[in-house]
Each structure stands twice: as C-alpha cells, then as structure tokens.
C-alpha cells in the first residue's frame, strides 16, 4: 500500500506541476500580446501623419468632365473636400461617397462617377488624381410659373424639373426659342410623384418635332396639350405675309404623322401666299386649313404624305 500511496503522490504531485507550468505561459501571453498591442500603437501614432499623407489617401488635383450647365466650382465645392492637397478623413475620400454627396445636389445631373487615380497619371503626369464625370440631363421646354408672373420652370425630356428662373428668360443662352408648355399646374408639377398628362404629351410632341420638322422646330412657341385631341403647336413667324403665328393642331394618337405632314403644308402655304389661321392635321388623309381672308369657311385638303397624293391648298 505505501508503495501505490507514493505513486499517487507523486501522480499528484507530477499534475500540480504541470497545471502551474499551463498558467505561467498563459501570464507570459497576456504579457506578449499588451506588449505588441502598445508597440502597434505607438507605431501608429508615429507614422500616422506619413500614412494619411501617402500617395493613396492625397489628392493632388481633382478634374470635372461632361458638366455644361452646373458649373465646375460649383460642383468641387459639392464634393465638400476643402483642401485638395491634404485629406483629414478615408471616408471623405470614398468615391461612392463623393458620388452621392454631389448627385444629391443636383436635380440637373443624372449621373455622376468618381475615380480616384493612384498611381501617375499617363496625361497630366501627377499623383492622387480624382476625376469626376457627370452626366447631365438636357433641359427642352419652359413652362411659366403662374404664382410669379415672368418666371419660368426648366424641365427635361422626362420632365423632371430642373431649375426655376426668375425673369424671362426665353430669348437668353441656352434658353434661347425654347419651346414653352403652358397650362400646367406648377405646384403639381413640384410634387411630381405620378405621370402628368398635358407635360407629357407635350414633350411628346417636342421629340417628335425634333425629328420630323428640324427645320421648323427653333420656331416652335408655344403648345398647349390640355386637351389631348386638340393639341395646340404655335409657330413664330412661319414666313407668311402679314402672320407672325401659325397654329397647328394636332391629336394624340396621330403626333407622328401629323407632325410628319406639316412641313410640305407650311410650304406650299408660303408658295402660294395664303393667309392661314391655323392648320388641322388631327385627320388622317385630309388637311384642314381656316382662311383669313374665309373665316367661316374650313377648307378640307388632300394630304401630301407617303400615299403621293397632291396637295391642294386652296
């Protein structure tokens, strides 16, 4: 018996040692790991200034490509990054930052890419290059604001609006004999949230003219599109005798091909020298044209269109 009692001392005494030997290196780990984690620390704080003024996180220069109408300076000051040669925060740095940062400011850009160049840049042969490309909506058509007499709205082909300009500003810059669509309700308009018939046939109206009457389409005033099957398109000065406005109507569901069909009307008008109130091609095959000199007589005239039938204005 004393000799297993001794065995199981020592078997005793054998792990009480090792149990103490497994806590003195975990000390030791502890001891290791706050020493390296106060060395990372202070290697940090060191070199901080050096990290942050690296060629990664400096920017140099920042370029803005694709913007006509929101101006450069304005947009740099969007990007909210005060000083270009040094940058205090990553996160103000962060292209999809920057991107939302100035899209959200902008009702006239569509879209915006921030690229930040690292490394040399091939052109301008320097460093920490941002370059910025925006897209930008194309404004189309003016529509008055009702509750400020002389002001306008600016809208794209979608119409969005864009911008709202104090004063008339329909013969000025990039505004210059841009179409006008009027009667639309402004504050509708504002707090566009679904489809506005009368803006959207009208714009309707203005892409198309674009395409079909590109020679008369600078001369376009006004449209009127509140009544979808009386569509109202005012030309300025149409080149007729003692006119300074020519109306065309239009329907809906024929802008295409009545737009299509009004310049070799207006043509032969002019040929003949005909005093024309307004000219209807709401009709499919047929023109109807008011005489000024005939008020109360409409008269009805063949179309010339696809079909090669001649046109008869009398």
Known sequence: MGVVADKLVDGSAYKTSKWKFSSLHFLMFLTLLAVFAFAFILAFEFSYDKII??????????????????????????????????????????????????????????????????????????????????????????????????????????????????????????????????GVDEVVLKNRKDEIPEVDTALEVISRARVSIPELFNQISYIDSREPEDIKLYLQNPGLSSRTELKIRLAKDRIKEGLEDVLPVVKKIRLDRKEVEYIDLRFPGAVYCMDVEKPDNAV???????????????
Do not use: W
């Open 53 to 182: 003024n690296s060629r990664f996180f400096t920017l140099n220069e920042i370029a803005v490509y694709g913007n006509k109408h929101v101006s450069t300076s304005i947009i740099l000051d969007a990007t909210e990054l005060r000083t270009i040669m040094s940058i205090n925060s990553v996160y103000s740095i962060m292209p999809h930052i920057i991107e939302k940062r100035i899209k959200s400011q902008f009702s006239y850009l569509e879209n915006v890419k921030v690229k930040r160049i690292v490394d040399r840049d091939k052109i301008r042969g320097i460093y920490g290059l941002l370059v910025i490309t925006v897209k930008e909506r194309e404004p189309v058509a003016l529509i008055p604001c009702r509750e400020d007499s002389g002001s306008f709205m600016v809208v794209d082909n979608n119409g969005i609006l864009l911008e709202e300009l104090k004063g008339d500003v329909r013969f000025t810059g990039p505004y210059l004999n841009m179409p006008v669509i009027i």
């Open 300 to 314: 009805i005239n063949q179309m010339t269109g696809k079909s090669g039938t001649e046109s008869h204005i009398r």
